[in-house]
């Protein structure tokens, strides 16, 4: 087992390989090593499993581990239904995140501390989204939501620590508040282009992709 917190703050840590025998990975292992780009996960470990260096369970349905040091934009595999908490954790240079329809929950803190991130398109199967989930995310100024159903749990402080101007998005014919209304404390701001709900949209730092309004 790899214990709850075993490389937090390693800072100078680029890569790790996770041997087969590995079984358990503690919350937080990794939390805060902002040059790790790599995690690679042994081909025989019957638990997790690595793609690109980010760590999935082994049927690669549940993304675990996104490095902290990987730079740009990263696309969620459709395969993937469900984000770990604390998965993305303190990814200081992550701009950008495509999520598929496939994905139905965010766990706690999942974007925990991602102060590069501007924007967050959740998309249309997204039921779950955790405690924490964008807290301290501070450049966080617009959260698009592709469904027409609202997830039906949002956690608590799961906005906390974002920009303080920040406003949700969703189709004027989904069941979300109107613009001006309040969503679990996020303003709703102006409704969605007719863009075919189950369409994955760029999480993007680039303003040119927000609709800030």
């Known amino acids: 087992s790899i214990s709850t917190s075993a490389f937090s703050g390693c800072t100078a840590l680029t890569a790790i390989t996770i041997p087969e025998s590995v079984e358990i990975i503690g919350g937080g292992a990794f939390t805060d090593c902002s040059s790790l780009t790599s995690i690679d996960v042994e081909s025989n470990n019957q638990n997790f499993a690595s793609v690109d260096g980010v760590v999935y369970n082994k049927t690669l349905t549940t993304l675990i581990i996104y490095p902290g040091g990987k730079t740009g934009d990263f696309t969620i595999p459709d395969h993937v239904k469900k984000i770990e908490g604390g998965s993305f954790c303190q990814c200081t240079s992550l701009t950008g995140v495509i999520l598929p329809s ?71 014919t989904s069941n979300f508040p109107a613009p001006g209304g309040s969503f679990h404390g996020l303003t709703m701001g102006t409704v969605l282009s007719a863009v075919p709900p189950d369409t994955p949209t760029l999480l993007s730092a680039d303003p040119s992709n927000a609709q800030m309004n």
Not at 111 to 122: D, E, L, N
């Open 102 to 172: 496939s994905v139905t929950s965010i766990g706690n803190m999942a974007f925990y501390g991602c102060p590069s991130m501007a924007f967050v398109t959740i998309g249309c199967g997204m039921k779950y989204i955790g405690d924490d989930a964008f807290e301290g995310s501070s450049s966080l100024k617009s959260i698009s939501f592709q469904g027409l159903i609202a997830p039906t749990y949002i956690g608590e402080y799961w906005i906390s620590g974002t920009n303080g101007g920040i406003r949700g998005h969703a189709h004027a």
